[in-house]
């Protein structure tokens, strides 16, 4: 009974730190147009690299859409092309801010 309870607050914990987590990447960046896709589980592998509010690089505007629609985040693009170490390093210290909050 107790380890129920304490795996239902971590789980709280975790879920409350990922939404602030992501609503902090998302408050900047360019919002995806990713109604001119048709959902479906994948996508086609042409090259336009996008760099996420993340952090992270998509191939393709379908593949950011794609992670948004599977996890829920509401990750913006940040600018075309591949996210640089800069970019990378920023999104690295507003994650440990956060998680020292």
Not at 10 to 26: E, R, S
Not at 35 to 58: I, M, R
Not at 67 to 92: M, P, Q, R
Request: with cysteine; aromatic share 10%.
């Amino acid at each position: 009974m107790k380890m129920d309870g304490v795996f239902l607050i971590a789980a709280i914990v975790v879920l409350v730190f990922t939404d602030l987590a992501t609503t902090a990447w998302g408050s900047a960046g360019i919002e995806p147009k990713c109604q001119d896709f048709p959902y479906h589980p994948a996508c086609s592998l042409y090259l336009q690299p996008l760099c996420g509010t993340n952090g992270v690089t998509y191939t393709n505007l379908c593949h950011l859409c794609l992670y948004n629609w599977g996890t829920g985040f509401k990750v913006k693009i940040l600018h075309e092309g591949v996210c640089d170490a800069e970019t990378d390093s920023n999104e690295l210290k507003r994650k440990r801010i956060i998680k020292m909050n």
